[in-house]
């Protein structure tokens, strides 16, 4: 464990307000505003956790145990209804399909327009996008608009363009499955890089064998509390065990 | 809010890439790009020179000119606002996945509409020059122009308070937009666009104390004014017909003007802390 850690939470707490009637005009809001229904949904119940920098951490859990949620909340997307969640250093998302692409634009300004988002300033893209585009395998198709790119360019670029933004948090949401295997190779190979280099990686998945191959710890959430936390093998067995596999 | 700001400022390069991504999309996939969203105001005042010229009778002299000095602005604050509603639904995904200061994107959509608009200036001088070129008269550039940034500025004050604003509500309730829509489409006839404030201060029907309260009242809203100050520093004085009578040109009132730019810029702090406020529930929205 070298230095402080680069992720901390602690005592975090997430509740949304769950509407039934799906309170979306103003008019829903008039009519039942005596009678609205309003419940609030505990996702996260009080978790804490310290990762040191260049762990490779799996969440797993049920489907609603709360991992997206605390990725979400990692990247800032979410404000935490009470507790704390902090990150050192720029976290890099990786956005599945290429979300935020916009598809008339080509290729090459979405990556600009990406890599801004993600927190880059266009000349330091400029220094790195021959290296994007060549990771991409989308070679000439790079000035083409992006609405004419297949499903698994269009995973490709983003992965590219995440990985190549010399974050120090990477945030994977279920991802991976993003081509060819020889491309998934890649990706795998260029994530071990990024380990090496000392990136802290925190990836939700359902892969029990991704967790055990890929992760240094293993953290399952249920229904919003830590139920286990520690190594991926013992982790991943008692989960298996538990959920009766 | 200085937290905000600064968070903005820290973002700014994303700022200016979504503005230059919002004018790339907006030219990108026809030939004309800018020149078609000048179909409509042209056609627009076509018409209405028409219309007013030769069906109505009004004998003011380019009249064309003086209904485009307030049309465009008034174009300008319409789509800039109505861009700005649908900008955070749209992002929503996006917005699901990564963080950045929010009101960048309805911020991106009101600059891109207003550069837009400097542009379309650009043409408006253009047809200034023609007319002039055509049927030479009166030089038709006055030295009241130099205003022009002010005006600009109070302007984009106004539509980025709004935008904001609108851009927030409507996230949570979309019958904003149609409600904003409405009040633009008042607020288009309550403010001289298609006619000359001289018309209202003139109206027989608004003559005496109540009149003067009024027309007081009539030019303290924000695009009635603007309009008419775009009027009076773009273009010479021009008399005008008002009940078969001509009357003579008001001069430009600034006193009123520093209240209205007053009142925008309070519109903005408005805007931006009511945005603020709601932002973070933006992806939390049922």
């Known amino acids: 464990m070298s230095g402080s ?37 505990r996702v996260l119940d009080g978790v804490s956790f310290d990762i040191a920098r260049g762990t490779c951490v799996a969440v797993i859990g049920k489907n609603g145990a709360g991992k997206s949620t605390l990725l979400a909340l990692l990247a800032k997307v979410y404000r935490p209804t009470s507790g704390v969640i902090r990150a050192e250093g720029r976290i890099a998302p990786l956005l599945e399909l290429g979300a935020g692409f916009h598809p008339d634009l080509t290729g090459l300004e979405n990556v600009f ?22 990771f991409s395998e989308i070679g000439s198709s790079i000035d083409a608009p992006v609405r004419t790119y297949s499903s698994g360019m269009l995973a490709r670029l983003g992965f590219a363009v995440a990985v190549h933004m010399d974050a120090e948090i990477l945030l994977v949401d279920e991802v991976l499955s993003v081509g060819d295997l020889q491309f998934e190779r890649k990706c795998i190979r260029r994530i071990e890089e990024f380990r090496e280099s000392g990136g802290t990686i925190f990836f939700v998945s359902h892969h029990l064998d991704t967790v055990r191959k890929v992760a240094d710890r293993c953290i399952w959430l249920k229904d919003g509390r830590i139920e286990a936390d520690g190594d991926p093998a013992e982790v991943t067995a008692l989960y298996e065990d538990r959920m009766g596999r | 809010m200085v937290a905000e700001l600064k968070e903005l400022w820290r973002f700014r390069e994303l700022l200016w890439t979504m503005v230059e991504r919002e004018i790339r999309i907006r030219y990108k996939n026809s030939v004309g790009g800018f020149l078609w969203s000048l179909i409509n105001p042209l056609v627009t005042v076509l018409v209405m020179t028409v219309v007013f010229k030769y069906l109505v009778g009004n004998q003011t002299e380019n009249f064309a000119a003086y209904i485009l000095a307030a049309y465009l602005p008034y174009m300008f604050f319409q789509f800039a606002v109505m861009d700005a509603a649908q900008s955070i639904l749209v992002s929503l995904p996006l917005l699901r996945k990564i963080y950045f ?8 959509i009101i600059l891109s509409n207003f550069i837009h608009f400097v542009l379309a200036l650009a043409v408006f001088f253009a047809y200034l020059l023609a007319v002039y070129l055509i049927h030479p008269g009166v030089w038709p550039f006055q030295i009241t122009t130099l205003w022009l940034p002010v005006l600009l500025v109070v302007n984009l004050a106004l539509a980025a308070g709004v935008g904001l604003a609108v851009a927030a509500l409507n996230t949570f309730y979309e019958d904003v937009k149609y409600i ?16 000359f404030s001289e018309n209202v201060r003139y109206s027989s029907a608004l003559q ?56 925008c810029f309070a519109v903005l702090v408005g805007g931006y802390a009511l945005f603020n406020r709601l932002k973070w529930r933006f992806v939390e929205r049922p």
């Open chain 1, 113 to 134: 327009f990406n890599g801004v988002i993600l927190g880059l300033s266009r000349k330091e893209i400029s220094r790195r996008i021959d290296r994007i585009v060549e």
């Open chain 2, 208 to 263: 005496g104390p109540m009149g003067d309260l009024v027309y007081r009242l009539y030019h303290l809203n924000p695009i009635a004014a603007l309009a008419t100050a775009y009027r009076k520093v773009l273009l010479a004085p021009q008399a005008v017909y008002v009940e078969g009578r001509k009357v003579p040109p008001l001069p430009m009132d600034w006193g009123n003007f520093a209240v209205v730019s007053l009142i």
């Open chain 2, 101 to 108: 200061p929010r009101e960048i994107l309805p911020l991106a």
């Open chain 2, 180 to 195: 904003v829509g409405v009040i633009l489409y008042l607020m288009f006839f309550l403010s001289p666009i298609m006619y």
């Open chain 1, 5 to 41: 850690p680069a992720i901390v939470a602690r005592d975090l707490v997430k509740e949304f307000v769950v509407s039934h009637s799906g309170a979306n005009s103003l008019k829903t809001t008039i009519l039942w505003f005596r009678r609205a229904r309003v419940e609030t949904l």
